[in-house]
């Protein structure tokens, strides 16, 4: 479950740390020693509309109810948190906070847009801090490289962001109103990512962000790994760590070389068993500046 740009731990992720510690422990005592007080943490949309209890707009949207979708809820956590690392906390809280408030209001909006058309009414959504993780999908899919890992059956690719993938489907298929819950955070983490209407001004004020890192960083920092320092050749640190990273470019480009000599080794091995002698195929790359599909377009037409 780990993605290519990911390293040790939860080293330079606080945020990630905390939202990975404090709602589950938080969702497994609601659930195993303190049942009678999750009917506050319900996300009660029918409360909210008819008796005008907006607290449960906080209170449903942080702490899941089921177990299931708490442990989808922190693998996810653990793996976005290289956007913590890469944007740094300030930047990453933003997000975080931004697609919160974002997914609140879309939550609302797709509801009443679902009664509208349908007549379906959703009395009550998922509950937990699950917009903002739907929401990392985009960043997660627009920023982070795609590398092909292996393949199964020889035809379906296995990249290093299939399993995070597969975690998201499994959290989307745990109940039968979490594709609004879905739909919404996906919604809020692309206006926020591409900054739609400037929503980007739901941001943590610098005077807020100086004192969370004086007062609440230093209780969920977690420990440098001590296999850092052992790495790399720079002077310090962080070059060692800038090393590592353009070596994972490094790795990153040589691999998608490799699967792009592989799929045209397959796709010469094709057209040979077209009939095509290996020297007309090898002339036709060289007359098509090596692209395999124009190659295949003048085999076919001479």
């Known amino acids: ?42 996300y009660n949309l029918q409360a909210i509309k008819e008796d005008f209890q907006i607290w449960r707009l906080i209170c449903g ?5 089921d177990l299931k979708d708490t442990f989808c809820s922190s693998l996810l956590i653990y793996n976005f948190r290289i956007f913590e690392r890469r944007y740094g906390s300030r930047k990453f809280t933003s997000f975080v906070l931004g697609t919160w408030l974002l997914s609140a209001f879309f939550d609302l909006l797709l509801v009443e847009v679902l009664h509208y058309l349908f007549g379906i009414t959703a009395r009550r959504l998922p509950s937990g ?8 999908f985009v960043p997660f899919y627009c920023s982070i490289p795609r590398v092909q890992v292996t393949q199964v059956l020889g035809q379906l690719p296995i990249t290093n962001k ?15 109103y979490m594709w609004i819950i879905a739909l919404s955070g996906l919604v809020s983490g692309l206006f926020y990512y591409s900054n ?16 969370f890192s004086r007062i609440v960083e230093p209780i969920f920092s977690s420990a440098e790994p001590t296999n850092e320092a052992r790495e790399g050749m720079g002077a310090t640190v962080d070059i060692q760590r800038q090393q590592r990273m353009e070596l994972i470019d ?27 002698s290996r020297v007309a195929v ?21």
């Not at 479950?1 to 990975?20: C, D, E, I, N, V």
């Not at 739609?196 to 004192?211: E, F, N």
């Not at 990153?252 to 095509?276: D, H, K, P, Y």
């Not at 790359?285 to 085999?299: E, H, P, Q, Y």
């Open 61 to 65: 949207r942080i702490i899941c109810l």
């Open 129 to 136: 801090f699950l917009g903002p993780l739907f929401a990392l």
């Open 250 to 276: 490094q790795q990153i480009m040589l691999s998608q070389f490799a699967q792009m000599r592989w799929q045209r080794q397959q796709q010469v091995t094709r057209l040979m068993e077209m009939g095509f």
């Open 162 to 176: 299939t399993l995070v993938y597969i975690m998201g489907l499994q959290l989307l298929t745990s109940s039968s």
């Open 1 to 42: 479950m780990f993605t290519s740009t990911g390293s040790s731990g939860l080293y330079k992720a606080p945020l990630s740390k905390s939202l990975l510690l404090i709602p589950s422990a938080l969702s497994v005592l609601l659930t195993l020693l303190f049942q009678h007080y999750q009917k506050f943490f319900a």
């Open 282 to 302: 090898l002339e036709a790359l060289r007359a098509s500046n090596n692209d395999i599909n124009v190659a295949t377009n003048f085999l076919l037409q001479h």
């Open 196 to 211: 739609m209407l400037k929503v980007q001004v739901l941001s943590v004020p610098s005077g807020v962000a100086k004192i």
